[in-house]
T-cell receptor
Framework: QKEVEQDPGPLSVPEGAIVSLNCTYS??????FMWYRQYSRKGPELLMY????GNKEDGRFTAQVDKSSKYISLFIRDSQPSDSATYLC???????????FGGGTRVLVKP | GAVVSQHPSWVICKSGTSVKIECRSL??????MFWYRQFPKQSLMLMAT?????????EQGVEKDKFLINHASLTLSTLTVTSAHPEDSSFYIC??????????FGPGTRLTVT
């Protein structure tokens, strides 16, 4: 079993829709959870990080963590064509801040 | 925010030659740098971690003699792919962090080995 699993998509939605992205993880010791956005042929950029269970909002983005289910989610409200990208969840390992990435979900927002 | 650059952005080399990729932190001192490899439509796989002034730590399965990493200063790390082969063709991404802070990623380098 992979440490972090993510549906590869692609996920195609119309402009203005809510995008819902999910990851599951296997190690209950993980404490921090991150979401990155990666445009084609570019490096990832950090969107959000969360520490505890519950919701965290930042503009149109909401990150949700359910530690009891080992499940993390990212919601994008009022999606725009510029949100079309690959979204990766990432979890730092305990030591050295090494990141373990999910496989990434490709999102396409159609105008 | 913090900026990390990579050079070159795209390189083509012949099989058997070596190629060097540079990763620079432009406005902060990177005590730790990470090198990742990403194949098309796949996620980032950590190759190695380097701390300034010390030897890199490689992930399991990554050949340290093939992927030479040097982190000689607080703003520069280099990855040299030695005796490159077509299967080494990939997107190589570095990230850098200052102690206690998040990682910032470079824009990536596309390596094509012919």
């Amino acid at each position: 079993q992979k440490e972090v699993e993510q549906d590869p998509g692609p996920l195609s939605v119309p402009e203005g829709a809510i995008v819902s992205l999910n990851c599951t993880y296997s190690n209950s010791a993980f404490q921090y959870f991150m979401w990155y956005r990666q445009y084609s042929r570019k490096g990832p950029e950090l969107l959000m990080y969360t520490y505890s269970s519950g919701n965290k909002e930042d503009g149109r983005f909401t990150a949700q963590v359910d530690k009891s289910s080992k499940y993390i989610s990212l919601f994008i409200r009022d999606s725009q064509p510029s949100d079309s990208a690959t979204y990766l969840c990432a979890i730092p390992r305990a030591a050295g801040n090494k990141l373990t990435f999910g496989g990434g979900t490709r999102v396409l927002v159609k105008p | 925010g913090a900026v990390v650059s990579q050079h070159p952005s795209w390189v083509i080399c012949k099989s058997g030659t070596s190629v060097k990729i540079e990763c620079r932190s432009l406005d902060f001192q990177a005590t730790t740098m990470f090198w990742y490899r990403q194949f098309p439509k796949q996620s980032l796989m950590l190759m190695a971690t380097s701390n300034e002034g010390s030897k890199a730590t490689y992930e399991q399965g990554v050949e340290k003699d093939k992927f030479l990493i040097n982190h000689a200063s607080l703003t520069l790390s280099t990855l040299t792919v030695t005796s490159a082969h077509p299967e080494d063709s990939s997107f190589y991404i570095c990230s850098a962090r200052e102690d206690g802070n998040e990682q910032y990623f470079g824009p990536g380098t596309r390596l094509t080995v012919t």
